[in-house]
């Protein structure tokens, strides 16, 4: 039998789970997840990643010798030739009886970490090299990949361009303090560090003999060099990494996160709310209906998580439940005004039960939105046309308002259990009222080439950031950031 | 008419440009790109970025006053309202006969600098943030787009998870001392710095506590991460922005550049070479399907260009010559010993007409890539099976060689007029060999997680790293890396 394997094609697990051709030789290689059985026949889970789903390969004892069969340990790979047949047994529709099988490599039990029992979150964590090899991570990260495709199709059908922002980049515009500075210069040697000779900065690091021969940051966002994109293309979208250093080390923060964000020409906020609300409903929609298996499995996990809560922590929904509610429903639109609004004629207003104040003119705190979202209108909320004064300097000033309860035309998507999942706005492509802005922010010079798009030929433009990390959390129902990414950067963790 | 564009439904240029539904009121927006006429009517060339072609807009001066017609310059902005209708002239099918303009944003012809004429490539990129809205820039990253997402494509319709390797990375191991370093640290103001307090790095920052605990570096590949997750998923690929500090001002490199890396598992050499044909002929393919005319435009600038040249410079053939050159031919697949041999052999050797010297266990030069690649064979070559000595030492050592003769299974795909274009190899999966590697770099300890996948279920897997602007350079014909990619990083260059 040796030479089979030579000749006969490998196919993917997943094919061959959902293959109706029983009774033909195949092969196929994996890793084994699961091993049970007795002194006559073995019965070994083979994963190899194509699926949730392990193949069932049956090893009769009689077959494969004892030396062979005590290799056959979790996190081994092997190659196994034999027959499909369909399968007896629960859980499974078909397996394969083995003829052949090889070693490929071994994983010694009282080595290898993953071994199957239930590990903390925190474990795997600090085995990320290791995890993707669990039955939870395999499921996250095809969900992973699952959403990404689903974000470059839908853009591509819709004649967005995927345009690419730089990472590195000279303007600290967004990054309030928050940025993480690159350098090329020698920092633990700090002798060997060119040094500025006269002058008020003198003895100071001289920053023109840097790489890019000025202070250069890692982006915060996209978002300006994608509006230069569009006010040429028509309409483009970034995806990929953001960089914020930010000191929180909580459940809901990365160092190093992914950002989509398209920017449309000719939209104003009401497209760009149309569109967000669209984006989103397809990318979960995406997911259901391609990765149904692996939402299966973290809804299984969900519920039993859930159902050990403490009542008043409990999720209302299942997992699929949830995403099936967000499709079914529109999402609430209503202006930061009247959630002020509703949020002071609460009970729960009434009854003191916010922690944090609420008047016009306050960023919304995380409980406020919680509230809206979950316990008010119990449904994926728009907020819209906030205070001038707590959004950034590029939203579009609304006309016509009373003084001091100006507003712009921003737009914040707020999902249950997620809260802020999307931020957004129609951009100010008016130059005097941009550069008023830009002016009192001391940020007109540096901005040169941002202000010059409204000098020459500015159009109404709209756009959002989703945070992607955000958008898979809601869909795999995972209550921690960091295990929604394959390597997560934490303060003080920037391991693998 | 002046409510008819509040009802109409904006409609891309591309839309209107293949609709056959003529004498029926349209609307768009866009910006001029060109203008003609006299005194009776005038001609606006209209773009929004759908397309590479304009639609013209037929302007009779009855229609529209002297003041309005005055502001249709070239990077204007306007809304068009009018009917659809079978053009006379030459060069299109269809054009807009205006009922209504409005001026949506002016675009002064004493300022804007993006006239109607010919510009440096060297003066369009100092104005990078508004080249895009040229013909020639937008046809480049519309195929950039194209290319991106066919990447996605590709890789999601054979199974391949799209894998989100770090950016920051504590790991230096491929970095050769041209990472850009990340910190936290204000280093304009050193004396702000903690210092270490005692030991033989007294007086040096103290890296423990900066914002990772340790130093970190921009990721010049995601290559060690992806086999993680090959070795789990079975297939991923990563496609982002790699960074490396190298001081090089030519028109191949940058400082920030994008790379596809796919890793994947139970993949020998010969699998690995199959798949990078199979996948660069599937993008050329795509682009030449999907963006025939932005290649056609490019086409007819290259072949114009290239007329202008000194002979022995001219480029033999075409663009989409070349491509389809590329399309009908395999690549030709020879061992590094033979292509020595090959250019040993060759008159251009014995005339000495190499400037570098040819000898088994040097590292090819530019010069013999391109004897081999388009003198010799005529076509795109991968080369394969390299002296381990120049090799990375993570690539799978051959067996059975004569010592001082060690090869590693290692293939370099060479393309005309680009050279190498793709580097990759199977990876040594056994953990002996590798970590002799290792131990020899003195990175065993740094790579503790990389060793841990040979030592748990070891597969045999390969992977390849593709240079994605360099695939666009061969696409697009264009000759400096820096016009196709939005805002290239250089020395001393991150402007926009």
């Known amino acids: 039998m040796e030479a089979i394997s030579y000749i006969m094609k490998r196919q993917d697990i997943k094919d061959l789970l959902e293959s109706k051709e029983f009774d033909q030789p195949v092969h196929t290689k994996g890793w084994i997840r699961g091993e049970r059985g007795n002194a006559y026949v073995r019965f ?72 199957p029992k239930a590990h903390s979150m ?97 982006t915060v966002s996209g978002q300006l060099e994608a509006e230069l994109g569009a006010l040429a293309l028509g309409r483009v979208y970034t995806f990929g990494p953001t960089f914020r250093a930010e000191n929180s080390n ?112 306050v960023d919304l705190q995380s409980e406020h939105e919680r509230f809206l979202v979950e316990k008010h209108f119990k449904t994926p909320v728009i907020l819209y046309n906030y205070p001038k004064d707590i959004k950034a300097f590029y939203m579009r000033q609304n006309d016509g308002e009373e003084a001091g309860k100006e507003t712009v035309a921003a737009m914040d998507v707020l999902f249950p259990g997620i809260g802020e999942i999307v931020g957004g706005s129609q951009r100010e492509e008016r130059l005097d009222r941009l550069q008023a802005r830009t002016d009192e922010m001391g940020i007109t010079e540096e901005l040169w080439w941002y202000l010059d798009t409204r000098k020459f030929g500015t159009v109404e433009h709209s756009g959002f950031g989703l945070g992607f990390e955000r958008l898979i959390l809601f869909i795999t129902g995972m209550g921690n950031i960091r295990d929604v990414i394959p390597f997560p950067r934490t303060p003080k963790n920037a391991d693998f």
């Open 122 to 218: 925190e474990f795997l964590r600090e085995n990320a090299h290791l995890r993707s090899r669990t039955t939870t991570f395999g499921a996250i990260f095809r969900l992973r990949h699952a959403l990404s495709f689903a974000i470059h199709n839908y853009f591509n059908e819709r004649r967005f361009y995927y345009w690419h922002s730089p990472i590195l980049t000279a303007s600290d515009a967004e990054g309030a303090g928050e940025s993480f500075r690159v350098t090329n210069f020698d920092i633990d040697n700090f002798d060997s560090i060119p040094k500025i000779a006269e002058g008020e900065n003198k003895g100071k690091i001289d920053n023109t003999e840097d790489f890019f021969g000025q202070p250069t940051n890692l």
């Open 250 to 361: 909580t459940a809901r923060h990365l160092a190093e996160f992914w950002m989509v964000e398209p920017e449309m020409a000719f939209y104003d906020l009401e497209d760009n709310m149309n569109l967000v609300e669209d984006f989103l409903k397809y990318l979960i929609k995406y997911a259901l209906d391609n990765y149904r298996k692996d939402i299966e499995f973290l809804d299984a996990k969900f519920v039993k998580e859930n159902s050990q809560k403490k009542k008043e922590e409990r999720a209302e929904m299942g997992l699929i439940e949830k995403l099936e509610f967000v499709l079914a429903n529109d999402f609430k639109r209503i202006t930061y005004t009247e959630a002020i609004d509703v949020l002071l004629k609460s009970k729960h207003y009434k009854k003191g039960k916010f922690q944090y104040d609420v008047k016009w003119g």
């Open 44 to 115: 070994l889970g083979l994963n190899d990643g194509s699926s949730i789903q392990n193949i069932q390969v049956v090893a009769d004892a009689e077959k494969f010798d004892e030396n062979l069969r005590k290799r056959f340990n979790v996190g081994a790979a092997v190659s196994v030739t034999g027959t499909l047949v369909e399968s007896k047994g629960k859980g499974q529709s078909v397996e394969i009886v083995a003829d052949q099988i090889e070693i490929l490599g071994d994983a010694d039990a009282e080595q290898y970490p993953i071994q």
